[in-house]
């Protein structure tokens, strides 16, 4: 016996056409590359959409072909966004901070047939256009008064020229909701990213997920600033929660400073946000060299890389911030874990409740997840053994674009796949996960492992570090010791000697690094996280002569 309910597609078209006809008077609002602040409600926004599906039409883009974007958040993107997908195209956003090489690499793995980019960029396209063999037409993301005057890419086009003339009615049509909405590439730390193909049904399934109390929590009383940017992973779905629940978004363009986020938080009464934790180290560190606060803004998502102890305090006790931490990959659409609190903490406090934030927090429905020992069996939750983070839902990859690189799927004794994330963790009894590294991070010393993200987290709550990462590297006795590699706060200072005895009492003596090293800056990837790899090549022989 079959239900009796409508058959209905989970299609992302439906996600803006809710939000035009119940929250059309919410507000969009964009600073610009161009400079300014742009306002545009849900019910515009759709309409602009609906007049660039008719464009894109025009332009030849079929079922299933690939359109790329090189663009910061803002409207124009959010309209890509739509448009592309709610068509039956395949929106495919590149994160610019890749190498100017890997970018012209993964256009052509993709097979995109057209590039939308903001101005910021042009200076990527003119270096790969010739490379882009794929690409029919390059569209800058402008009206005509801003185009550039000279340019070495040929035929280039207006993004407002396109739309001009077209309809605003355009009837989206009803897809099979597992058709591919838009993909995404991994970093590619090492090797060529490998393409991560979304689809219809796994975006609505994730929207709605994160769109719950205990997911990112976001309701149509909040105003929402997503720092974390629409090139990588959705914006861990922001643009399609908020159309969901009828949020206010307020995109921050490419101005990710302090001082230009804090002013537009203010401006415009943002309630929450979410980002990378190095963005929000500039921004509290803007703020307390300006003895600034925030009027509105009460809690904010942080994830793509471990929540320092120190920033979750900060954000408490400084500014009434609650910090939430949250876990995901790429590979994951990317929401897996959110440190929302159960029932049992609401008495938490201080030291109690910091421990529990700091926690990367529960699987969110549709997610499960498991920790295997190097057998491959599942180790017990109670918060002390650790191994390899295994997770599988409706929203987790099943393989790779091109089927590039091996299966990714592991298959344990009772015949389920599972993807294996690389990150080593602990899941407590009431099943709050901790990652404590990713497991080619890990350092192991004599036998022992040492957590580098907890060396992290304690060095990045002394008052005069600004960053903080800790690597193991070769040593004579213990094959290998972690190594502290920070950067200063301006205008403080602190010897090795100083940070070294500022870990004693806190950590086993044996977990202590050997050694301090100061540099002017940590390098990052393109998606925020510090190249440890790079640290490990630079430092590598550092203990061994240091001896």
């Known amino acids: 016996m079959l239900g009796l309910m409508q058959d209905v597609p989970l299609l992302i078209s439906s996600l803006i056409v809710h939000a035009a006809r119940h929250h059309g008077d919410v507000e969009i609002v964009s600073r610009r590359v161009e400079g300014d602040i742009h306002r545009c409600t849900y019910h515009e926004l759709h309409r602009r959409a609906q007049r660039l599906a008719h464009a894109l039409d025009a332009l ?33 956003t590149i994160n610019p901070r890749l190498a100017p090489d890997q970018i012209s690499w993964v256009i052509g793995d993709a097979q995109d ?17 010739l490379s882009c063999k794929t690409v029919k037409a390059f569209v800058a993301m402008t009206d005509r008064a801003h185009m550039p005057a000279t340019t070495s890419v040929t035929g280039m086009l207006c ?3 396109l739309l001009a003339g077209q309809s605003g009615h355009y009837v989206w049509p009803v897809l099979d909701e597992n058709l591919a909405s838009s993909m995404c590439y991994t970093s590619g730390t090492t090797g060529n990213p490998k393409g991560v ?22 309701s149509a009383r909040d105003v929402i600033l997503p720092v974390v940017p629409m090139f990588h992973v959705n914006a861990w779905g922001i643009p399609y929660v908020a159309a969901m629940v009828g949020a206010k978004l307020v995109f921050p363009g490419s101005a990710l400073d302090g001082k230009s986020l804090h002013e537009l938080i203010e401006a415009e009464k943002v309630t929450a946000s979410a980002g990378v934790p190095t963005v929000w180290q500039g921004l509290l560190n803007y ?35 609650t910090a939430i931490h949250a876990w995901g990959m790429t590979e994951m659409s990317p929401l897996g874990t959110v440190c929302a609190l159960r029932a049992t903490h609401g008495d938490a406090k201080g030291e109690a409740l910091y421990r529990v934030r700091g926690k990367q927090g529960r699987a969110i429905f549709g997610v499960d997840i498991k920790i295997v020992g190097p057998d491959g069996n599942e180790l017990p939750w109670d918060g002390v053994a650790f191994g390899d983070l295994l997770v599988r ?10 089927a590039s690189g091996e299966n990714p799927l592991v298959t344990d004794a009772d015949g389920v796949a599972w993807f294996p994330t690389g990150d080593v963790a602990t899941i407590e009894a009431d099943g709050y996960m901790q990652i404590t590294d990713r497991s080619k991070d890990v350092i192991k010393s004599g036998g022992e492992w040492i957590s580098s993200i907890d060396i992290e987290n304690l060095a990045l709550s002394h008052p005069a570090v600004a ?6 590297v070769k040593h004579p006795k213990w094959d290998e010791r972690p190594l502290l590699v ?62």
């Not at 939308?116 to 042009?122: A, E, I």
């Not at 960053?467 to 193991?472: N, R």
């Open 60 to 92: 030849g883009v079929g079922s299933s072909a690939r359109v790329a974007t090189l663009a910061w958040n803002g409207y124009r993107h959010m309209e890509l966004y739509y448009a592309v997908a709610g068509k039956g195209a395949v929106l495919h």
């Open 113 to 129: 047939g057209l590039v939308f980019f903001d101005l910021t960029f042009l200076p990527i396209i003119e270096k790969i256009a």
């Open 159 to 161: 993004y407002e020229d």
């Open 197 to 218: 193909v979304y689809s219809h049904r796994s975006t609505i399934l994730h929207t709605f997920a994160a769109a719950l109390p205990d997911g990112l929590g976001f």
């Open 287 to 321: 703020m307390e060299q300006n003895d600034l606060h925030f009027s509105t803004m009460r809690r904010t998502v942080i994830g793509g890389a471990a929540l320092p102890q120190a920033m979750l305090r900060a954000f408490a006790e400084r500014y009434d911030v």
């Open 393 to 402: 839902g409706p929203w987790v990859v099943r393989e790779y674009f091109h």
């Open 467 to 472: 960053m903080a990462a800790c690597i193991g």
């Open 486 to 547: 920070l950067v200063r706060k301006p205008g403080v200072d602190v010897e090795g000697a100083e940070m070294l005895r500022f870990f004693e009492g806190s950590i086993a003596k044996w977990q202590i690094p050997d050694d301090v090293v100061f540099v002017d800056a940590i390098p990052l990837g393109a998606t925020g996280k510090m190249q440890k790899n790079k640290l490990r090549e630079r430092f590598r022989d550092h203990l061994l002569q240091a001896k």
